[in-house]
């Protein structure tokens, strides 16, 4: 088993282009979550989905929209970059809500 | 929503000592609280947590306490090991989302000198 899988693992993007970052899991999980993570900040979580079909803003949503595709694939767009999305992205899964979550190993994405 | 603290931010400690992390909460309908290692340029893994209806819980040379009362929680580490250096993250449910996500502390980096 893979686990959750992140792609791409870098990537630098210039100020107002748009991207899609991409997760899969492959421990049939239920919930899926959007983390980033800065310098000094902890992981703060962008959007979640806590089963199939449903999809909620987290503490710092602004900038970001998120499909769950199935169960397996959360995905997470930036329509249109900033300087202040640089950052590394954590994908994560967990059997449910309030269960441990595992985490992808992130895409560290620069916009310049 | 939940402030989830922890400190101290950085703590060294001798190998073979014990070190001690304490997180505090904000939320008292919080019911879950996990603590997350991540190694430098790593995934952040989980190493252990707890639910709010359990006092103690311990994994050979890890143990996490909780005290509801004083809403804080703490991680210990008996017998450091070089390997145990890293950033230790604890998290919290809190129920403004019906408990269904975490609020994450902003870290603690330990240092285990040789």
């Known amino acids: 088993n893979a686990g959750v899988t992140q792609t791409p693992k870098f990537q630098v993007l210039k100020t107002g282009q748009s991207m899609t970052l991409q997760c899969a899991q492959d421990?049939?999980?239920?919930?899926m979550y959007w983390y980033r993570q800065d310098p000094g900040m902890g992981l703060r979580l962008i959007y979640y989905?806590?089963?199939?079909?449903?999809?909620d803003k987290g503490e710092v949503p602004n900038g970001y929209n998120v499909s769950r595709l199935n169960k397996r694939e959360f995905s997470l767009r930036l329509e249109s970059a900033a300087p202040s999305q640089t950052s590394v992205y954590f994908c994560?899964?967990?059997?449910?809500?309030?269960?441990?979550?595992?985490f992808g190993d992130g895409t560290r994405l620069s916009i310049l | 929503g939940e402030n989830v603290e922890q400190h101290p931010s950085t703590l060294s400690v001798q190998e073979g000592d014990s070190a001690v992390i304490k997180c505090t909460y904000s939320?008292?309908?919080?019911?879950?609280f996990p603590w997350y290692k991540q190694e430098l340029g790593k995934r952040p893994q989980l190493i252990i947590d707890?639910?709010?209806?359990?006092g103690e819980k311990k994994d050979q040379r890890i143990a996490v306490t909780l005290n509801k009362t004083a809403k804080h929680f703490s991680l210990h580490i008996t017998e450091t090991q070089p390997e145990d250096s890293a950033v230790y993250f604890c998290?919290?449910?809190?129920?403004?989302?019906?408990?269904?996500?975490?609020?994450f502390g902003k870290g603690n980096q330990v240092v285990v000198i040789p």
């Open positions: 994560a899964s967990s059997e449910w809500v309030n269960q441990p979550q595992h």
């Open positions: 421990m049939n999980h239920n919930s």
């Open positions: 989905s806590a089963s199939e079909g449903t999809t």
């Open positions: 939320d008292s309908a919080s019911n879950y």
């Open positions: 707890i639910r709010s209806n359990v």
């Open positions: 998290a919290a449910s809190p129920a403004d989302y019906g408990n269904n996500r975490l609020a």
